[in-house]
């Protein structure tokens, strides 16, 4: 079936949203696992709280106040996981990691059940994002032009964190060589902590922009994990651009499978990570490291 220019500028667009999303949880999960080898199975569990923690208190203060304050509540969370029990499993293997935070992803599943109950949650798009844009010949939602913003202004900013700033050629000395990086006098175990927390703060903001989309369920960790698992996969572990290339593929894979090939819309991302794996098992663009 034949579609015009706009048809196909909205589903680029649609692409391009989940794509965003999608890249504030792999960022954070990809250069936890290049930097500190350590597997973190329950990352979709601390985007959900973030959207938790984001419903709890916009229904307080408003949206914003969800949208400010969820990462901080998260990367709260973060540092008692951390302190806790990722610092001492760090050196543990990937198998007990896999396990440990595999059971975590339930324990945090019922923890929300008991907070938060079972009932789907809601937050209203702020007024200041509602109603739709004329953009690029079409018309589209506000607050999904916000996602897309926020997700390329986060990009911006890490890639300049990273290129140009001396705690960005720390993160990436440690993720090249780790143990050289504490030769020199970097103090890698707090580097592990910092960015284990920020990690967790951007799933934490994830889940609050995804809250106004989606339904705000016990599960929605769960469903979030593959997608973002096969985002790191395909584009390379410890690496920024991995993670940006890797969150584009996906999404435009996902969103225009859908349209041009309903049938195989649920396998064709997964042919293209088994591709991945085939031709390239390390990524396209993995840390040196």
Known sequence: MAHDLGFWTLQALNALQLSMLLFLL????????????????????????GAYF??????????????????VAVAGVGVLLYSGLIKRMRKSGP???VLVTFGLIFALLDLTRIFWGDLALAIEVPALLEGRLAFLGVEYPTYRLFIIGLGLAIFAALAFVLSRTQIGAMIRAGVDNDAMAACLGI????????????GCALA???????APLLSVTPDMGLQILIPTLIVIVIGGLGS???AIAGSLIYGFVQTFGAVLAPQLASVLIYALLAAVLV???????????
Request: hydrophobic share 60%; proline share 4%.
């Open 204 to 210: 934490g903001l994830a889940g609050a922009v995804a």
């Open 240 to 242: 920024l651009k991995g």
């Open 26 to 49: 792999s960022i954070g999960l990809t250069v936890i696992f290049g930097l500190m080898h350590f597997v973190n199975l329950a990352h979709g569990s601390l985007y959900a709280l």
């Open 187 to 198: 103090n890698v175990e707090r580097l592990f902590f910092i960015v284990f927390c920020f």
């Open 279 to 289: 031709i390239k098992p390390v990524g396209l663009f993995p840390a040196k490291g």
């Open 95 to 97: 198998m007990a990691q």
């Open 54 to 71: 984001a419903a709890s208190l916009a229904a307080v203060g408003g949206y914003w106040m969800g949208f400010f304050l969820a990462p």
